[in-house]
């Protein structure tokens, strides 16, 4: 259990913050934001977590070792080399179907790949032998919250005001749909996003990816007292199917994973609860939930709006 505790943790480390692309996001092409065609020569000195670095003012070529290239696909900065849970996401897969995928042990795949710039976490490996080959800037995860990491990731992008643009427009569409939700289901009922993983089940708080930031931070919606105590500490709770009727609010998300165990979707337990017997479970393709990059929130509320108001 411990194993797979710490290859989910991982994982989720990995994945979020990260998200989809291109023409498969028909958000994206709603909200894209404007690229400014001024200060892109050069460069500029971003003042990272560890101090100054000196990156391109209009990068062209940058390797994403962990998390964040839903964020650089946001602002059309162009990606050459990037992680294997990004490369992975179907909603990624057109826009980066050119990009290599690369890990932090792979210098000289990214030596080839020429990259003006490297962004990763603190704990990415090699940093030094990186650093060598490109600006590399990393980030703390969890450090910033999801909205502030994007525009953190807009001023190193040389696109801090296109990034508040965008955090400013959708905190103002989650809330409205926020309002619309709440008045078609109820003020008091409760909301819970359940994911599987290999065997185990588990319940998240209110920010760890898959659509929580939205339901719980912007829309508001209420998340069930057992949830809430139980992810107060990590932020995610694992579980057992026995119990997890226990976890389910009126209405759930399930971030399913195809290639795992769904036998407890099968289970007497879990079909007799409110929300199996009202249609209240709402299934989506965990690899493409598992990030709260923009454009993985346009995409979650999208989502939400297209369940909840149906």
């Not at 042990?105 to 080839?112: R, S």
């Not at 109820?186 to 909301?191: C, L």
């Not at 493409?288 to 929130?297: C, K, T």
Request: glycine share 6%.
């Amino acid at each position: 259990m411990k194993k797979l505790t710490l290859v989910f943790t991982l994982l989720l480390v990995l994945v979020l913050g990260a998200c989809s692309s291109g023409s498969n996001d028909s958000s994206k092409k709603e909200k894209e934001p404007v690229k400014s065609e001024e200060n892109k020569t050069g460069t500029i000195t971003y003042e990272s977590e560890n101090g100054p670095v000196e990156v391109p003012a209009d990068p062209k070529r940058v390797v994403v070792l962990s998390g964040f290239a839903g964020h650089v696909m946001a602002l059309d900065v162009p990606i050459v080399g990037v992680d294997s849970w990004s490369k992975d996401n179907p909603r990624f897969q057109d826009t980066l179907k050119d990009a290599q995928e690369v890990t932090d042990e792979d210098l000289e795949k990214i030596l080839e790949l020429e990259p003006d710039l490297i962004i990763g976490y603190s704990t990415t490996n090699n940093l030094d032998r990186l650093k060598e080959i490109a600006p590399t800037v990393t980030y703390t995860y969890n450090k910033l919250d999801y909205l502030a990491q994007f525009e953190e990731i807009g001023k190193l992008l040389n696109q801090e005001q296109e990034a508040k643009d965008w955090v400013a427009d959708f905190k103002d569409r989650a809330h409205k749909a926020g309002e619309e939700v709440k008045a078609k289901i109820g003020e008091d009922k409760t909301v819970s996003v359940i994911e599987n993983f290999e065997k185990q089940l588990y319940v998240f708080g209110d920010s760890w990816g898959r659509g929580t930031e939205i339901l719980y931070q912007e829309m508001k919606l209420k998340m069930p007292e057992k949830v809430k105590a139980d992810t107060e500490k990590e932020g995610y709770f694992d579980l057992s199917a026995e119990v997890l009727p226990e976890y389910m609010g009126d209405y759930v998300i399930l971030s399913k994973n195809g290639a795992a165990d769904n036998s407890f979707m099968e289970t007497e337990s879990f079909k007799n609860t409110e929300a199996a017997k009202n249609g209240h479970v709402f299934v989506a393709n965990a690899d493409e939930f598992y990030f709260n990059d923009p454009l993985s929130l346009d995409y979650q509320l999208e989502f939400f709006k297209e369940n909840f108001l149906k």
